[in-house]
C-alpha cells in the first residue's frame, strides 16, 4: 500500500528553521522528522512511500539521493572514476519524489498523485507530525466503516503544564500533559480512490475543502487515538520533540534500532 506524505509547504511559523531548509527536512536528533515518519510506517511493513515536494524540494531529493548513495561502503576506482556500494545500511524503501508545485495547496498536491493512485487504497499523513499510532489498528477501523476517507482524530497536547489538586494542596504537577480539550486532524489520512472525486485542482485545501465535503456526505470516519501526537509547527515545539528524543523517552519512536 502506498503512503503519501505531504512534504511541500513553506513552514512560516518555524521559520527560524525553514528560511533555509524544508520543514520535513528539520531534524530530530540527528535525521529529518520526514525520516522519522517513515520509520513509523516502516514499523507495520509500509514501505512505498510518495513524496509531494514543494518548497525546497531539491534538499529533500538530494537528502535521499545521499542516502542512497553515501550509506554504507564505497569502493572507488580512481583510474575509471566507477563507484561500487558495499554493505549498505540504508533503509528497504521505494521514494517517489514529486514536484507538486510551491503554491499547490494539501488537495492539489494529491490531485497531481491520482495517475499513480486512483487505483488502489492509499495512506497520507502531514511531514511535520510523530505519534505512536498503530497503522495496523487504523487500517482495520478504516475498513470497517466502508467509508471514502478516514482521519486520525487526537487530542492537541495542552500547552501548558496540568496540575492535580487534592484539597489545598497540588498533588502532581505534570509538566506535558498530552490531552488538551476536544479532537483535532491529526493527519494519519486513509483514502479510497474516490477521494479524487472531492480534489478539484492546485487551489483545493484538504482541511478547508475537501474534508469538509467528505464530512457533510457522511464519508469521513474518525479514528480517535489517544496515545502521543505531536506536530512540529513552532520552534517550541520542535525544541520539545528535541527534549524527547535525547532524554530517551522518544514516544513515537516504535521500530526498533538494526543490529
Not at 521559520?15 to 515518519?37: A, C, F, N
Not at 489538586?165 to 509538566?175: A, R
Request: hydrophobic letters at 40%; one cysteine or more.
Amino acid at each position: 500500500m502506498n503512503v503519501v506524505i505531504l512534504a511541500g509547504g513553506l513552514g512560516s511559523r518555524l521559520s527560524e528553521e525553514t528560511v533555509i531548509k524544508p520543514k520535513p527536512m528539520v531534524e530530530i536528533g540527528d535525521r529529518p522528522i520526514l525520516w522519522h515518519i517513515m520509520k513509523i510506517y516502516t514499523h507495520y511493513g509500509f514501505k512505498d512511500f510518495y513524496i509531494a515536494l514543494g518548497y525546497k524540494g531539491e534538499l529533500i531529493k538530494r537528502y535521499f539521493w545521499d542516502m542512497a548513495h553515501l550509506e554504507g561502503d564505497l569502493l572507488v576506482h580512481l583510474g575509471s572514476g566507477a563507484v561500487e556500494n558495499h554493505k549498505m545500511h540504508g533503509e528497504d524503501w521505494h521514494v517517489h519524489l514529486v514536484d507538486t508545485g510551491v503554491e499547490t495547496q494539501t488537495g492539489g498536491r494529491l490531485k497531481r498523485l491520482a495517475a499513480s493512485l486512483k487505483k488502489d487504497i492509499f495512506m497520507v499523513t502531514y511531514g511535520d507530525g510523530v505519534s505512536n499510532i498503530d497503522i495496523h489498528a487504523l487500517l482495520r477501523f478504516h475498513y470497517s466503516q466502508g467509508r471514502l476517507a478516514t482521519v486520525t482524530a487526537v487530542r492537541p497536547p495542552a500547552r501548558f503544564g496540568g496540575l492535580v489538586i487534592d484539597g489545598n494542596l497540588v498533588s502532581c504537577f505534570d509538566e506535558k500533559p498530552q490531552m488538551g480539550e476536544g479532537w483535532i486532524n491529526g493527519g494519519f489520512f486513509v483514502f479510497e480512490p474516490g477521494i479524487f472525486d472531492y480534489l478539484d485542482g492546485d487551489h483545493t485545501n484538504l482541511e478547508a475543502d475537501t474534508l469538509h465535503r467528505l464530512a457533510a456526505d457522511h464519508q469521513l470516519a474518525a479514528y480517535r487515538h489517544e496515545g502521543f501526537w505531536q506536530c512540529m509547527d513552532t520552534l517550541r515545539e520542535k525544541r520539545l520533540l528535541e527534549k524527547l528524543w535525547q532524554e530517551g523517552s522518544k514516544p513515537w519512536k516504535v521500530w526498533e534500532d538494526a543490529v
